[in-house]
């Protein structure tokens, strides 16, 4: 109904400026839903909510940021469905940040495939941050924006979120008698 | 996991801000000191090495999902199904909202003249309902413009003249348990409006039964003005002044029947005796009282005051019988 009192917002100009992140979107939805096919709905999803909207969003301003926002809200009214949400409880208290000197040694050659696996074990308040940032380059403040979280929250998420994916992918490694490569067992320093 | 051995505070001050170096998050100052720290540290070095590696790890592995082409023209499909048809339903329905907004416009307009109309309507009656209401305080209730002891029926017949006289015997029998105590034409001061009052007590407090000239105005005819109708006459009401007033309208006249009674008892009165005074004052026997009427004439009122609104010292309050 927004739509019809819109009549100048035209189709194409929403395509022109939302299309070209269709990539990005599905990547980062398919790494935080559960499936293939939840992914695919979350992404129609976006669009199709980004497009009721789309009077709303001010032409040159960042589409990317916008449509990131409009999938990290309906990520969260899908996550309300899941019942195999990760539980985080704990992961954010202050002994985690105080435990910096442990670091984990990573392995020399990492597979797509097992970076993959070790991402999914990765709770999933982790791991959108860590996408965000990591994969999607987005600045601390756009994190907080998108995910309505205080910096502070984004800060010490990806901080954790990292190691933990380090922590899996060692993991991984070692599943498959690899040994990280040049890893003082001793020391962890590098020979 | 193993813990690597350093015994620089500083190391462990750089390492804290690794994640926001990564991140290029840190002020220049920072930035500055850590890459001055990583030149000589190869800890630290080997340690940010190790996280840009997790990191690149990463996003090539986000890069090898590849996205379905299928869903991308699917949600191209259904976006242009969304798109409205400028030509088409949105015009439709673009026309059927603006034809909804012109009737609202008109009901409204109808519904606010109706309003006008009512309003305009109800002030009317309690207008002219006031002219009887008028009358009966100041020549009844403060003029006190009547006997104790009820004028003989003669003598009220000459006060009314031949033109209302036989209205007399109208509304003595109509009356039942009211005696009329007097009759005359009389007028409240400071208006030329002529008035026939008939001032009768019964019911323990004293009621008028008062006439006048309607000059062409009609009250309105509206079942949501009038309060009843007895036979083909509209009846209506208005508390006024601590009194209740019913009134009625025949061809040429208005009727009040006013007292302090309550409003059904004055309703119930005036149902029973606006049928039968209409009907007189409409088959004429009035048609020379209404000259005398406009000529101002009272009659039966030595030396033409009639019963002026001037009220009388010490009489001014509602009499009461037993």
Same mark, same amino acid.
């Given at each position: ?25 599905? =990547? ?27 009077? =709303? ?16 809200? =309906? ?25 910096? %000197? ?7 050659? %990492? ?15 982790? =791991? ?64 | 996991?193993? &813990? ?5 505070? @500083? ?22 000191? &850590? ?35 299928? *869903? ?8 242009? #199904?969304?798109? +409205?048809?400028? *030509? ?10 603006? *034809? ?11 519904? !606010? ?6 309003? $305009? ?6 207008? &002219?309902?006031? *002219? ?14 009547? /006997?104790?002891?009820?004028?003989? +029926?003669? @003598?009220?017949? #000459? #006060?009314?003249? +031949? ?41 323990? !407090? ?44 025949? #061809? ?10 309550? $409003? ?10 606006? /049928? ?24 039966? &009122? ?8 001037? +009220? ?11």
């Amino acid at each position: 109904m927004d739509l019809f009192f819109h009549p100048k917002v035209r189709v194409e100009d929403f395509e022109a400026a939302a299309m070209p992140h269709f990539p990005d979107l599905y =990547r980062t939805a398919r790494l935080l839903a559960q499936d293939r096919a939840e992914a695919e709905d979350l992404v129609q999803e976006v669009y199709l909510h980004a497009w009721k909207s789309f009077h =709303r969003f001010e032409l040159g301003t960042n589409c990317r940021a916008w449509l990131f926002k409009i999938l990290f809200h =309906r990520l969260h009214h899908f996550r309300r469905r899941w019942a195999k949400a990760a539980k985080v409880e704990g992961f954010e208290s202050p002994e985690d940040q105080d435990n910096i %000197i442990a670091e984990t040694p990573v392995p020399q050659e %990492i597979r797509d495939e097992d970076v993959l696996n070790a991402l999914g074990r990765v709770p999933i308040e982790f =791991r959108e941050v860590v996408l965000l940032a990591d994969v999607q380059e987005f600045s601390y403040k756009e994190i907080a924006e998108t995910m309505k979280l205080p910096l502070g929250t984004v800060m010490s998420r990806l901080s954790r979120g990292r190691k933990l994916l380090r922590q899996e992918l060692a993991g991984v490694a070692t599943s498959y008698g690899i040994t990280p490569a040049g890893d003082d067992p001793q020391t962890g320093e590098s020979a | 996991m193993s &813990v690597l051995n350093f015994d620089s505070k @500083q190391c462990e001050r750089i390492r804290r801000h690794l994640d926001a170096y990564l991140s290029n998050e840190l002020l220049v100052e920072t930035t500055s000191d &850590v890459l001055r720290h990583l030149e000589s540290c190869e800890g630290c070095s080997r340690e940010l090495e190790a996280r840009t590696r997790v990191r690149d790890a990463l996003r090539r592995a986000a890069a090898s999902q590849v996205p379905p082409e299928e *869903l991308r023209q699917s949600i191209h499909r259904q976006l242009r #199904k969304m798109q +409205p048809d400028f *030509l088409g339903v949105s015009l439709r329905v673009r026309m059927v909202v603006a *034809l909804a907004g012109i009737i609202g416009v008109v009901l409204g307009t109808i519904a !606010t003249e109706h309003w006008i109309r009512a309003r $305009r309507g109800r002030q009317m009656v309690a207008s &002219v309902l006031a *002219l009887g209401v008028s009358d009966h305080i100041q020549c009844a209730i403060k003029g006190h413009n009547y /006997p104790e002891i009820a004028n003989p +029926p003669e @003598q009220l017949r #000459k #006060k009314l003249g +031949p033109q209302y006289a036989g209205l007399l015997e109208v509304v003595q029998q109509k009356l039942p348990g009211f005696e009329i105590l007097e009759a005359h034409i009389c007028s409240v001061q400071g208006s030329p409006r002529k008035y026939v009052h008939f001032i009768t007590r019964g019911r323990g !407090t004293i009621l008028s039964v008062i006439l006048t000239r309607s000059e062409g105005e009609q009250l309105p005819n509206g079942t949501a003005f009038r309060s009843g109708a007895s036979g083909s006459v509209n009846l209506y009401e208005a508390h006024l002044e601590g009194m209740n007033a019913a009134g009625f309208q025949s #061809k040429e006249y208005w009727g009040f029947v006013v007292s302090d009674l309550s $409003r059904d008892t004055t309703m119930q009165i005036a149902y029973e005796l606006a /049928p039968p005074l209409k009907a007189a004052l409409d088959a004429g026997s009035g048609s020379e009282a209404r000259a005398d009427l406009n000529r101002g004439t009272q009659v039966g &009122v030595p030396g033409g005051k009639g019963c002026s609104s001037k +009220p009388r010292r010490g009489r001014s309050r509602i009499p009461t019988f037993a």
